[in-house]
């Protein structure tokens, strides 16, 4: 399937961050914003690979820096801003606004694809965002770090976990008994945290894909 891309300026808040905006040439059925992990930005080599996944099956996709530079910089030495769940979440609820306010976007339904910490800030975005986000995906996430958000989240949720990320099962299992909506855990067999092993990232995109074409076609758009 034939896409275009655009990098583009959104403005969340007080802040302007770059993201790079995948469109599929025709009969889009939905937009997924990516929420990257730790330490990573919209330019992540395993995001993109399930980005491009996402687009062979009519998503459009945008992944986006949530720091600014200056941000990444000071982020480097502290590590804190990767943590800072709260202001994360904050920006991607900017960006899901500016997707709804957007002639090109508008009328798309809204999926959050969230990797480690960018797992908990998706979850806590689309407890804020009910009305426009009906399915979420999180890669080796953090999704118990969303906290409290967690009852909260009306979104169809699917947690995918590699089976050897013992630690991050067991918080997974935490978030699934704390979410208010649909939700499924899914095991990787043998995969580690970041899904390296051969076909391990192929598996989370094709069932991440499915997810999404799934539900977000028959959530329509929002009023």
Do not use: K, Y
Not at 52 to 72: F, H, I, K, S
């Amino acid at each position: 399937m034939e896409t275009v891309t655009t990098e583009t300026t959104i403005w969340a808040g007080e802040v302007q961050l770059t993201a790079d905006l995948v469109t599929p040439t025709e009969g889009t059925v939905g937009v997924v914003l990516f929420a990257h992990g730790s330490g990573s930005s919209r330019r992540s080599p395993r995001n993109v690979a399930v980005a491009r996944v996402l687009n062979q099956r009519a998503l459009a996709t945008v992944l986006v820096d949530l720091l600014t530079p200056e941000e990444e910089q000071a982020d480097e030495e502290t590590a804190e801003l990767r943590f800072d769940i709260p202001m994360l979440a904050g920006r991607l609820v900017g960006v899901i606004d500016w997707l709804r306010a957007e002639p090109d976007t508008a009328a798309l339904p809204i999926g959050l694809f969230g990797a480690s910490t960018g797992a908990a800030a998706a979850l806590v975005a689309a407890a804020e965002r009910p009305e426009h986000v009906p399915a979420v995906v999180s890669r080796g996430g953090r999704a118990d770090l969303a906290g409290p958000a967690l009852s909260r989240v009306r979104a169809a949720t699917l947690l995918l976990v590699g089976g050897r990320d013992e630690q991050v099962i067991q918080f997974n299992q935490q978030a699934r008994d704390a979410l208010g909506g649909e939700v499924e855990l899914r095991i990787i067999p043998d995969a580690t945290h970041l899904f390296p092993e051969p076909g391990a990232l192929e598996q989370v995109a094709d069932q991440a894909a499915g997810w999404f074409a799934d539900r977000l076609p028959s959530f329509g758009a929002a009023p």
